[in-house]
């Protein structure tokens, strides 16, 4: 395998990273290329000013200024990531001060003093000799580099479930460049300050890593729009521990989509508030979806238009269900069950159940001749008691027969 | 030292019967099923956290300056191994699906859990038969013979009486007999042939159509009627199809509303797992309940023997069935009642 000179000038300039680095050199050198296009001392920098590896010790050049984010967009992976740590501890030595690549390779391979392993050293050397991570250059999971970065630890303290972050397309590359101190920590602390509590927020990072990569800026202009549009505190915190997403909406969009809901649903300011703190989803996705739904309470289960905003305030579900499945449902409870339009607005819970569970206990009922839905005649049963019931409740108090009848009964469909 | 989550996952090996509901995709119960059993291995509690040395540089709390820097070892837990970082301990449960059950139809589903699932490959090449109640209305004719779909012909149906039916399916049935002698492969002039014919121990070797062995009808209310089938080799299709013939016969239509399968092979709708039982414990509990009828399958399967070995197998099946007696007396007149028993055979040599 012959290594271009551009990689033998990088092994030589890190003389003592070679024994290291040999397994991983394949893999390097494409991508050192990338890093020596631009000019190596900010490469290296870039970085160092963001380290903060223990057992090696915090690194502060603020000589150097810290490179723009545009580490991100390059496309370096964990790979340099890595080379750049195996750096950090040689400086410790004070072995080489690598400023200029070029100068060392002048002078050729034979003027490259090692120390020898067989030489002897004082006890305070052997004490402050930093033995380099074994690092992986690169890996399919983040294990190997928990234990070592501050970041990673500290999200697994607070629940962040790394094992689901991983398998997403680039949030691990994303999550081991982040820096605990200058990205995270300020974050968090102002999901704090929102009122999150503290047990959501692993959840709300595990649904949602880019919260940590929005701008602090933005972050504080949503959460002032919601609250000109008179949410009040409490309801952004459990809008935010909802709908994680949400505030990496820009302001525009969250706009757009409340003025959307004022007018299509024709509520009051107060009942839009209500239904979007109780589902702040609505607020995150697209608005065909909703759209159609709405048609088709409309146009094809023929509710008017104060029993479709009655069914929407009270199970906004409705809103973002399947559209099949909604149809399934409505055509068993309006045209096998006889219930008319009036009953289900009455109770819209029916609308959000399970398919077969209405099946089930209904013709349950109708086999035991207890199928009354009508609420002038004797006997009759509500639809969100036929629903929301569990079993054993349901068969003795409702079908007034035994769980086993009814399992019984299950067997016979 | 096993884990509760190693202890849990080995009980998890073996056959056991599920009540598919009308409506539901048979891949859809076998993947809830699947998920079922891993939520609750992986709600095992994880074990305990590794503990790396750590080498830290801690002064030596003298007053000789920082140059005094000692590294100590610790032991400290490693986060490596956290279950947030390593994801759940179980990926995968095998969990296979035994005779398949198409979504318009309803009843039992064999599932096979672990190493079950050998022993469900030796159920599907067993002769069982399966048993299915059938449910017709006349007065239609769709396009896909089911009562959902377009309708394609409408017909009286007042001249149908239940003789006439019974009749019908007296016809069906004899067809189907002379089509388990022609696919049983055996030449019934001979005695052991014969004797065989007689006790209802006849099957079809190889590939062969779906044959029906046994056929009546349990519920005549025009236009609605039922039928009970024992098939071999079926799909839902042909059952509804067969109900489509049958008001075809009797010069009018029919159309089927219900396809239920009541048994497949040894496992009845008893003892099935209706929706709510789903759960990891009732699985296992039907497991342990199938335990035995698990064996007999493996030992048939592993002991099933070519075409040449008549004569033992017949005088073996008929030990065993003397043994375990007749218990389902009600659809025995018309059907062999052999093939829902899983047959011991023993190795050859009582020839």
């Known amino acids: 395998m012959q290594l271009c000179r551009r990689c033998v000038s990088l092994l030589l300039s890190r003389p003592l990273l070679s024994a290291a680095l040999q397994p991983s050199t394949h893999t390097l050198h494409q991508r050192s290329h990338h890093i020596l296009l631009q000019p190596p001392v900010h490469s290296l920098t870039q970085r160092h000013s963001r380290e903060t590896w223990t057992p090696c010790g915090r690194r502060n050049l603020s000589d150097h200024q810290a490179a723009s984010p545009d580490v991100y967009n390059n496309k370096t992976d964990l790979a340099e990531r890595e080379a750049e740590k195996h750096i950090v501890p040689f400086e410790n030595l004070n072995v080489h001060q690598i400023s200029n690549q070029e100068s060392l390779s002048d002078m050729g391979l034979d003027a490259?003093?090692?120390?020898?392993?067989?030489?002897?050293?004082?006890?305070?050397?052997?004490?402050?000799?930093?033995?380099?991570?074994?690092?992986?250059?690169?890996?399919?999971?983040?294990?190997?580099?928990?234990?070592?970065?501050?970041?990673?630890?500290?999200?697994?303290?607070?629940?962040?479930?790394?094992?689901?972050?991983?398998?997403?397309?680039?949030?691990?590359?994303?999550?081991?460049?982040?820096?605990?101190?200058?990205?995270?920590?300020?974050?968090?602390?102002?999901?704090?300050?929102?009122?999150?509590?503290?047990?959501?927020?692993?959840?709300?990072?595990?649904?949602?890593?880019?919260?940590?990569?929005?701008?602090?800026?933005?972050?504080?202009?949503?959460?002032?729009?919601?609250?000109?549009?008179?949410?009040?505190?409490?309801?952004?915190?459990?809008?935010?521990?909802?709908?994680?997403?949400?505030?990496?909406?820009?302001?525009?969009?969250?706009?757009?989509?409340?003025?959307?809901?004022q007018k299509q649903l024709g509520l009051s300011a107060e009942k839009t508030r209500n239904v979007v703190t109780r589902l702040p989803k609505l607020l995150c996705r697209s608005l065909e979806p909703i759209k159609e739904n709405l048609k088709v309470c409309e146009l094809e289960f023929g509710f008017r238009g104060n029993e479709i905003q009655h069914i929407v305030t009270t199970v906004p579900k409705v809103l973002i269900a399947n559209k099949r499945k909604l149809t399934q449902i409505f055509d068993f409870v309006h045209n096998t069950m006889d219930v008319p339009h009036s009953l289900i607005a009455k109770f819209p819970q029916v609308l959000n159940a399970k398919f077969l569970r209405i099946k089930e206990r209904h013709l349950f009922l109708e086999y035991l001749g207890r199928a009354q839905y009508q609420p002038s005649q004797p006997n009759y049963i509500s639809l969100d008691r036929l629903v929301f019931l569990p079993d054993d409740v349901f068969c003795s108090d409702v079908a007034l027969a035994t769980l086993e009848d009814f399992e019984r009964f299950q067997k016979t469909l | 030292m096993t884990t509760k989550a190693a202890r849990l996952f080995r009980r998890m090996d073996g056959l056991f019967a599920v009540y598919k509901p009308q409506g539901v995709h048979w891949k859809l119960i076998r993947d809830t099923i699947e998920s079922n059993l891993l939520k609750e291995l992986n709600s095992c509690p994880p074990p305990a956290p590794q503990l790396a040395v750590k080498f830290q540089l801690l002064s030596?709390?003298?007053?000789?300056?920082?140059?005094?820097?000692?590294?100590?070892?610790?032991?400290?837990?490693?986060?490596?191994?956290?279950?947030?970082?390593?994801?759940?301990?179980?990926?995968?449960?095998?969990?296979?699906?035994?005779?398949?059950?198409?979504?318009?139809?309803?009843?039992?589903?064999?599932?096979?859990?672990?190493?079950?699932?050998?022993?469900?490959?030796?159920?599907?090449?067993?002769?069982?038969?399966?048993?299915?109640?059938?449910?017709?209305?006349?007065?239609?004719?769709?396009?896909?013979?089911?009562?959902t779909t377009r309708v394609i012909e409408k017909t009286t149906y007042d001249h149908v009486t239940q003789d006439k039916l019974e009749r019908v399916l007296a016809m069906i049935q004899g067809a189907n007999q002379k089509a388990l002698i022609t696919y049983s492969q055996m030449d019934l002039r001979t005695q052991e042939a014969y004797e065989l014919a007689v006790k209802g121990l006849l099957y079809p070797h190889g590939k062969s159509p779906p044959i029906l062995t046994g056929l009546r009808c349990i519920h005549f209310n025009p236009p609605h009627f039922t039928l009970e089938v024992q098939c071999v080799n079926e799909t839902q299709k042909y059952l509804r199809k067969l109900i489509h013939e049958v008001g075809l016969e009797l010069r009018s239509s029919a159309v089927c509303s219900g396809v239920r399968r009541t048994r497949d092979g040894p496992f009845k709708a008893e003892n099935a797992l209706t929706r709510q039982h789903w759960t990891a414990d009732c699985i296992i509990q039907a497991i342990a309940h199938f335990r035995k009828t698990t064996r007999k399958i493996r030992k048939s399967g592993m002991y099933r023997q070519t075409d040449g070995q008549l004569n033992s197998s017949a005088k073996i099946q008929e030990q065993i069935r003397?043994?375990?007696?007749?218990?389902?007396?009600?659809?025995?007149?018309?059907?062999?009642?052999?093939?829902?028993?899983?047959?011991?055979?023993?190795?050859?040599?009582?020839?």
């Open chain 1, 112 to 261: 490259v003093v090692r120390p020898s392993p067989l030489q002897e050293i004082s006890e305070e050397e052997a004490v402050q000799i930093q033995v380099p991570s074994a690092l992986p250059p690169d890996s399919f999971t983040l294990k190997p580099y928990v234990d070592q970065s501050e970041t990673l630890s500290k999200l697994v303290q607070l629940g962040v479930n790394l094992w689901e972050l991983e398998q997403r397309p680039n949030v691990g590359s994303m999550l081991v460049r982040l820096d605990f101190h200058a990205d995270v920590a300020p974050k968090l602390l102002f999901l704090k300050d929102l009122g999150v509590e503290e047990s959501k927020l692993g959840t709300i990072l595990t649904k949602n890593p880019f919260i940590l990569t929005e701008s602090l800026d933005n972050l504080e202009a949503r959460v002032s729009y919601l609250k000109t549009k008179k949410f009040s505190q409490e309801s952004v915190a459990v809008m935010v521990s909802k709908a994680p997403y949400l505030l990496n909406f820009s302001v525009e969009r969250l706009d757009n989509r409340l003025g959307f809901f």
């Open chain 2, 60 to 147: 030596s709390g003298e007053n000789n300056g920082s140059k005094d820097l000692i590294l100590s070892p610790s032991m400290l837990p490693s986060l490596a191994n956290h279950p947030l970082v390593t994801g759940p301990q179980f990926h995968k449960v095998h969990v296979g699906v035994g005779h398949r059950l198409d979504a318009f139809s309803s009843g039992v589903l064999v599932l096979g859990v672990g190493k079950g699932n050998y022993v469900l490959e030796h159920l599907c090449k067993s002769h069982v038969t399966r048993d299915y109640t059938l449910e017709g209305e006349f007065g239609r004719a769709t396009d896909d013979f089911s009562d």
């Open chain 2, 322 to 351: 003397s043994e375990i007696g007749q218990s389902d007396q009600e659809h025995v007149e018309l059907t062999s009642p052999t093939s829902d028993r899983i047959v011991d055979r023993v190795a050859p040599g009582t020839g």
